[in-house]
């Protein structure tokens, strides 16, 4: 199975800050690459797409980048609205893994 | 307007089976993958698997063979799974999700105590 590694697992942040929250993938994944966005109690919500499209209706502070087999999600200037779970997902190859997630939160 | 509507919440027995629906309206039921994702209390995103609601054809997480079942029902654009042998380790939100991620269930809250 492919192994997502996401980093940090935790990420405190003040309003205002550019962050940045990376997935490395230990097999070669293309731009088969989602990210999520997960609040408390809700379903997650698809933020980027093929590593680096927008998905639709998310704020363009939102951005999906790729160098080699690390994929990054970075938000230029964090909201308070923007603190949620992010989660990465492979969808190159059966079975698609996720990452292990990263919580976003006010420092 | 696309939307995936999950059936309800459960509370079974340990060693018993657990089936629930995940609704699609909106699009064309049988266009898209449905996959099935696992979420544990506290914990992070597991992929089980994924049904294509025109052939039948499935793909199963190996750690899932065995435990979970995908199933469809074209004629009301309907997806199924059902989980068999269910210990306290199934206890999770099961949600269900188009292929392309873009619209996901409600989930489904599945709660296995004696």
């Known amino acids: 199975d492919i192994q997502m590694t996401q980093s940090p697992s935790s990420l405190p942040a003040s309003l205002g800050d550019r962050v940045t929250i990376t997935c490395r993938a230990s097999q070669d994944i293309g731009n088969y690459l989602r990210w999520f966005q997960q609040k408390p109690g809700k379903s997650p919500r698809l933020m980027i797409y093929g590593a680096t499209n927008l998905a639709a209706g998310v704020p363009s502070r939102f951005s999906g980048s790729r160098s080699g087999s690390d994929y990054s999600l970075t938000i230029s200037s964090l909201e308070s609205e923007d603190m949620a779970d992010y989660y990465c997902l492979q969808s190159k190859e059966s079975p698609f893994t996720f990452g292990s997630g990263t919580k976003l939160e006010i420092k | 307007q696309v939307q995936l509507q999950q059936s309800g919440a459960e509370l079974v027995k340990p060693g018993s089976s657990v089936k629930m629906s995940c609704k699609a309206s909106g699009y064309t039921f049988t266009s898209y993958y449905i996959y099935w994702i696992k979420q544990r209390p506290g914990q992070g995103l597991e992929w089980i698997g994924r049904?294509?609601?025109?052939?039948?054809?499935?793909n199963y997480n190996e750690k899932f063979k065995g435990k979970a079942t995908f199933t469809v029902d074209k004629s009301s654009s309907t997806a199924y799974m059902q989980l068999s042998s269910l210990t306290p380790e199934d206890t999770a939100v099961y949600y269900c999700a188009r292929g392309t991620s873009d619209y996901w269930g409600q989930g489904v809250m599945v709660t296995v105590s004696s």
């Open positions: 049904i294509g609601p025109g052939s039948g054809d499935t």
